[in-house]
């Protein structure tokens, strides 16, 4: 489900349009060079909602690299891309079980990684990469989610543009639906996946900004102004 992209109402009574500059920061522009890459990928991606989270996960490894210099967004950019690719290649029953709060299946884990690095490598291939940089990205994508270090500072930053997603709205939203959750415990659950997992200084204050958002969304206050 999209969030709200048109408005209901104009309060103020007249538009505002001209007022607004056409670039600011923060904002991002579309995929722009990476879109051959999301292309390819998108075919391998339509198991439970991977097409929408590797879109945000986009997003957030883009503003990551942004904060972290010494970063390679030509790295880190394609491998977000392709990084879950290989879920496609587990069956989709299975999926939630490899990554259930309950301890899950590592060996799936392994698995969807393991396609994943072949899928990311053939796709790089396929668009006329360079050997080192689809060697790099199919090594990030190879240990991405069953490696807890970072081998790399673009390993760094991928691994925690994943795991922040979790905290977004988008991500909490999915996993509330995968286990049945309601948006407090799902903050709780993914908090715990998250925080004590990152790796860079910014990665850590935009999860922490995301949990305290979305604490404030299950307070009593803010659900009696809501009805």
Request: glycine content about 6%.
């Amino acid at each position: 489900m999209l969030p709200k992209l048109l408005p209901l109402d104009n309060q103020y009574g007249s538009a505002v349009d001209d007022a607004i500059p056409l670039e600011a920061t923060g904002v991002l522009a579309m995929l722009g060079p990476h879109r051959e890459i999301w292309e390819r990928a998108r075919p391998y991606l339509g198991v439970r909602d991977n097409d929408a989270h590797t879109l945000y996960a986009y997003g957030i490894a883009r503003t990551l690299c942004e904060a972290v210099p010494e970063a390679d967004a030509e790295v880190v950019l394609p491998a977000i891309l392709l990084h879950d690719t290989g879920w496609s290649q587990v069956p989709e029953d299975l999926v939630l079980h490899a990554i259930s709060p309950r301890g899950g299946r590592p060996e799936l884990v392994l698995q969807h990684e393991r396609e994943g690095a072949r899928i990311a490598e053939a796709v790089l291939e396929e668009l006329g990469y360079g050997r080192e940089l689809i060697t790099e990205v199919s090594d990030i994508v190879l240990t991405h989610d069953s490696m807890r270090e970072a081998k790399s500072v673009n390993d760094a930053v991928v691994k925690d543009a994943d795991k922040v997603w979790r905290l977004t709205p988008h991500g909490l939203d999915t996993v509330m639906d995968w286990f049945g959750l309601d948006r407090a415990t799902a903050n709780r659950l993914c908090s715990w996946r998250v925080h004590d997992r990152l790796h860079t200084d910014a990665a850590r204050h935009l999860a922490l900004g995301l949990s305290a958002i979305a604490s404030v969304d299950s307070f009593p206050e803010r659900i009696e102004l809501a009805r």
